[in-house]
C-alpha cells in the first residue's frame, strides 16, 4: 500500500478544508450582524479547525483502515472495522472533552468541523470535475 494518498482522499480532504472555510466565514459574517456572537470568533474559530483538522485524520485513518480490511479474511475484516470504528469515536470524544476541559474553543464547533467530513465526501464529485476538467 504504501504511504501514497489517493486521489480520491486528496478531493475529500480538500473538501474538509473548503467546507472548514466555508463555515468560518458564514460565521463571521454572522458574528458581525449580530453582535452577541462577535465577543466569541476567537473561540469558534479554534473548534472550528481542531474539529477540521481531526477530520482529516479520521479520513485517512477510515481511507487506511478500509484498504488493510480488504486484503483479510471477511469475519477478521469486520472485527478490524468494527475495532478501528470504535477508535474514531473514542478520538473524537477525547477531542471534546480536552476542548471542554481547557476552553480552549466551543466544543459545538469542534462537532462542526468533525462533520465536515461529510461535506467533504459530498463535495468530491464536484471537485473530482473541476480538477480532472484540464485532463480531459
Not at 25 to 43: K, N, V
Not at 69 to 98: K, Q, S
Request: proline fraction near 2%; charged fraction near 15%.
Amino acid at each position: 500500500m504504501g504511504s501514497k494518498i489517493n486521489e480520491k482522499l486528496s478531493e475529500i480532504l480538500a473538501g474538509i478544508f473548503l467546507s472548514g472555510v466555508t463555515i468560518q466565514i458564514l460565521f463571521f459574517a454572522a458574528a458581525y450582524f449580530y453582535r452577541p456572537f462577535w465577543s466569541g470568533r476567537t473561540s469558534f474559530a479554534v473548534g472550528l479547525w481542531i474539529g477540521v483538522a481531526v477530520a482529516a485524520v479520521l479520513s485517512i485513518h477510515m481511507y487506511r483502515s478500509i484498504d488493510h480490511a480488504l486484503d483479510m479474511e471477511p469475519d477478521a475484516a469486520e472485527r478490524y472495522i468494527r475495532r478501528v470504528y470504535t477508535i474514531r469515536a473514542v478520538v473524537i470524544m477525547v477531542m471534546a472533552a480536552v476542548i471542554w476541559y481547557t476552553g480552549i474553543g466551543y466544543v459545538m464547533a469542534s462537532f462542526l468541523g468533525v462533520f465536515c467530513i461529510m461535506f467533504g465526501r459530498w463535495m468530491q464529485p464536484l471537485i473530482h470535475k473541476m480538477v480532472s476538467r484540464g485532463e480531459d
